[in-house]
């Protein structure tokens, strides 16, 4: 009796063993495994200001290290030469030679090349990142507020022009409203291109969570006159970093 216990008892331990193992090797082959992703995130560049703007990208799996890339990046990009300054009456900001803000709608299709695969619920994957496709750029009127007739109590808001005199720099008080004469925009047509590394550190299977940095050039057909003064250009070449997130079947 005691050696049939003793013979079942170590039948169910190996067959429990077994099946964990079997369970276990299930579960971590299953903890990384994916078809799909989407993810959003803030972008910092060299032509941008403090956040640069905002990505979005939907990726699906073409084979186990190749992914094709649908992206949206919106983006607000500066003229090298914009200081911000404020003034000496109110102590509000504004950019003095600015007329024309430019808001970039980049839209990507690409392929992310997977370089190394992370271990499941550690290290980190890289992907190499390629993308290219059509912009949009949205070049709206920069609007500042002025004094007039020389009284700071009396002011108006119009578009920067660097030929009318009341817009010197000692009779500007500020900005416009936010999006103030967005209704009166150019658009601007062009393409893109970017090159850059993913780095995805994310543990969970549904989640993703990472960095990518690289290089991308937005050209448009026509100069973008940011401003009037500076030198103005047609061609944006940046270096990025993207902080992302998102999730993951």
């Known amino acids: 009796m005691k050696y049939r216990m003793n013979r079942s008892f170590k039948i169910l331990l190996v067959s429990y063993i077994s099946l964990s193992g079997v369970i276990a090797h299930a579960q971590t082959q299953d903890s990384y495994e994916y078809n799909s992703e989407f993810t959003w995130g803030i972008n910092k560049n060299s032509a941008g200001g403090l956040i640069g703007g905002f990505t979005f990208k939907k990726a699906r799996k073409l084979s186990d290290n190749t992914l094709e890339t649908f992206g949206l990046e919106i983006m607000n990009v ?13 102590g509000n900001f504004f950019i003095y030679g600015k007329s024309n803000y430019l808001y970039a709608f980049r839209f990507q299709y690409g392929r992310d090349f997977i370089l190394f695969t992370k271990a499941p619920q550690q290290g980190v994957e890289i992907k190499a990142v390629l993308a290219a496709g059509p912009s949009l750029g949205v070049v709206a009127p920069y ?49 893109n291109v970017k ?53 993951r079947k």
Do not use: C, W
């Open 195 to 247: 090159a850059g590394l993913n780095f995805e550190l994310g543990f969970l299977k549904s989640q993703v969570t990472g960095f990518e940095v690289g290089i991308l050039v937005d050209s448009y057909f026509n100069k973008i006159i940011l401003m009037p003064t500076a030198e103005n250009k047609s061609v944006f070449p940046t270096v990025f970093f993207t902080l992302f997130y998102g999730s």
């Open 78 to 90: 500066k003229n090298p030469e914009e200081v911000r300054q404020n003034s000496g009456y109110t």
């Open 143 to 191: 609007y500042i507020e002025r004094a007039v007739d020389n009284s700071f109590f009396t002011s108006k808001h119009e578009q920067y022009d660097p030929n009318n005199p009341n817009h010197s720099f000692n009779n500007i008080l500020g900005t416009g409203n936010l999006f103030e004469g967005i209704g009166d925009s150019k658009l601007q047509l062009g393409a």
